[in-house]
């Protein structure tokens, strides 16, 4: 409880300082391994335990919502970012919570606009929970949002509930293959993991929906994943969370791989 209550105030004082960085992963057209895209990854450089990962202070944050106040902290540096740069878009994680204030859209664009960002260069990554609470409010946000040119991508997809009967309702531009089934392509569990990986393309592909490789960390996964017909792809192979942009395309592992 004392760690908790530690960790909460730690947490105060960097939102009011700069303890909270937007970290970058770039994701690729897999072909060319051309940058399309980069996911805004949120880090907490604290001053005595380093770089932390939210795995490590999310569940404090839940628990005093101030996680949201963190998220928009990163929103706004995307913003930022985008204004200022040229190139693909970036997607930013945002939570279900986030979807039970149905001013989220608005403050959102305002945001972009205040921040002179072009908004066709967001994109907002939602997990299938978001879709299946408050089906309705979240329905006219995110088309609310598209109209706007923010597009929406489903991530960690095949993890959760996968109510397909949602997904030709809701306007998806983007289905993320959560990356346990990439993990799982060079493992015991290739079979499944394959049969996973394959349904998921099928189904995006009869929709109309572009798919994200996430989680590849080798050649011999990416080779799978392009075999089973995924065109875009994200993991450490192609470059980890960092501060910067990756532009253009990454031509010395064109070469090796
Ligand atoms: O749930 P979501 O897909 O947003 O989570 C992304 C997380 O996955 C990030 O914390 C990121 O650092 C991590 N990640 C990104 N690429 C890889 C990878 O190739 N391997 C592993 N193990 N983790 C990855
Ligand atoms: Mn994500």
């Known amino acids: 409880a004392m760690r908790i209550l530690d960790l909460e105030a730690d947490l105060r004082r960097a939102i009011n300082g700069d303890g909270f960085v937007a970290f970058y992963q770039p994701i690729v057209r897999l072909s060319d391994r051309s940058v399309v895209g980069h996911e805004a990854l949120l880090r907490w450089s604290h001053s005595s335990s380093g770089l932390l990962t939210p795995a490590s202070f999310v569940n404090?944050?839940?628990?005093?919502?101030?996680?949201?106040?963190?998220?928009?902290?990163?929103?706004?540096?995307?913003?930022?970012?985008?204004?200022?740069?040229?190139?693909?878009?970036?997607?930013?994680?945002?939570?279900?919570?986030?979807?039970?204030?149905?001013?989220?859209?608005?403050?959102?664009?305002?945001?972009?606009?205040?921040?002179?960002?072009?908004?066709?260069?967001?994109?907002?990554?939602?997990?299938?929970?978001?879709?299946?609470?408050?089906?309705?409010?979240?329905?006219?946000?995110?088309?609310?949002?598209?109209?706007?040119?923010?597009?929406?991508?489903?991530?960690?997809?095949?993890?959760?509930?996968?109510?397909?009967?949602?997904?030709?309702?809701?306007?998806?531009?983007?289905?993320?293959?959560?990356?346990s089934f990439i993990a799982g392509l060079g493992s015991e569990t290739r079979v499944e993991s394959e049969a996973v990986v394959r349904a998921i393309q099928a189904l995006a592909g009869s929709l109309g929906i572009h798919t994200v490789a996430e989680g590849i960390e080798n050649v011999h996964q990416q080779r799978l994943v392009r075999e089973l017909g995924c065109t875009l792809g994200q993991g450490y192979l192609y470059g980890r969370p960092l501060p910067e942009l990756v532009e253009g395309v990454q031509v010395e592992e064109i070469l090796v791989g």
């Open 60 to 179: 404090v944050g839940e628990n005093s919502s101030l996680i949201e106040e963190v998220d928009w902290l990163v929103y706004a540096q995307v913003a930022d970012r985008i204004a200022h740069t040229s190139g693909g878009y970036i997607s930013v994680n945002v939570s279900p919570r986030h979807f039970r204030d149905s001013a989220f859209a608005d403050r959102l664009l305002r945001l972009l606009e205040k921040a002179k960002a072009d908004p066709r260069r967001l994109r907002i990554e939602i997990t299938e929970v978001a879709l299946l609470e408050e089906a309705p409010r979240v329905l006219n946000m995110l088309k609310h949002l598209r109209g706007h040119g923010v597009l929406a991508q489903l991530d960690d997809f095949g993890t959760g509930f996968s109510a397909l009967s949602y997904l030709h309702r809701f306007p998806i531009e983007c289905l993320k293959i959560d990356q």
